[in-house]
């Protein structure tokens, strides 16, 4: 099973509700997913987690969060043009509609994470963070996910949160998880 961003946090849920079932499950694969903030070791040692600002945005997710969306709009508008998904040049109502799509969006995977508390499953995981992360902090480069799982395997690949799942570093991310998969067939067949 796997999953990027945030659907390596739904990833982790499934794989944990599959092996308390007693289903196989033989590996996790994150793509540069964050736990929640409440469940992440640096906000229970009373520091803040910084999950937005990682993933190139000028404020955290809880922050944004907060904000009203009149606020939020040109937090989101450079996140929108960093990404390449909207230029200076689009036309207004495209821009207007891209933006409301992506406010919709933020609100539900933040409020998805907010009422999400992960929990302890035997499971090893491959997490692949990439290589270009606009803002360094000093959490842990398993992103706090070891004291939810068996065991972490931190690999970096090319680019930033988003550019590492698209061309041309989407080659070198699909070869990474090929490797991983190898493996973990060759340790279950061991």
């Known amino acids: ?3 990027w961003s945030l659907g390596g946090v739904m990833a982790a849920e499934v794989a944990r509700q599959l092996v308390a079932a007693g289903e196989p499950v033989e590996r996790l694969l994150l793509i540069d ?3 929640p903030e409440a469940a ?3 906000t229970a040692q009373g520091r803040t987690f910084h999950a937005g600002m990682e993933y190139g945005l000028d404020v955290d997710l809880q922050a944004l969060a907060r904000m009203s969306p009149e606020e939020q709009l040109p937090f989101l508008w450079q996140h929108a043009r960093r990404l390449g998904i909207v230029d200076d040049r689009a036309p207004e109502e495209l821009a ?6 992506l406010r919709m969006l933020f609100a539900h995977h933040v409020s998805l994470c907010e009422r999400y508390r992960p929990q302890w499953c035997p499971i090893d995981v491959v997490l692949f963070r990439p290589s270009e992360v606009p803002l ?3 959490e842990p480069a398993d992103r706090g996910w070891s004291q939810f799982t068996r065991s972490v395997e931190v690999r970096v ?3 930033h949160h988003h550019s590492m799942v698209a061309q041309p570093h989407a080659v070198v991310l699909a070869a990474a998880i090929d490797e991983s998969l190898a493996e973990a067939a060759t340790t279950a067949g061991a």
């Open 1 to 3: 099973l796997g999953g």
């Open 33 to 35: 997913s964050a736990l």
């Open 40 to 42: 992440h070791p640096a």
């Open 96 to 101: 207007n509609r891209i933006l409301a799509d």
């Open 136 to 138: 360094r902090t000093d």
């Open 157 to 159: 690949v090319p680019g």
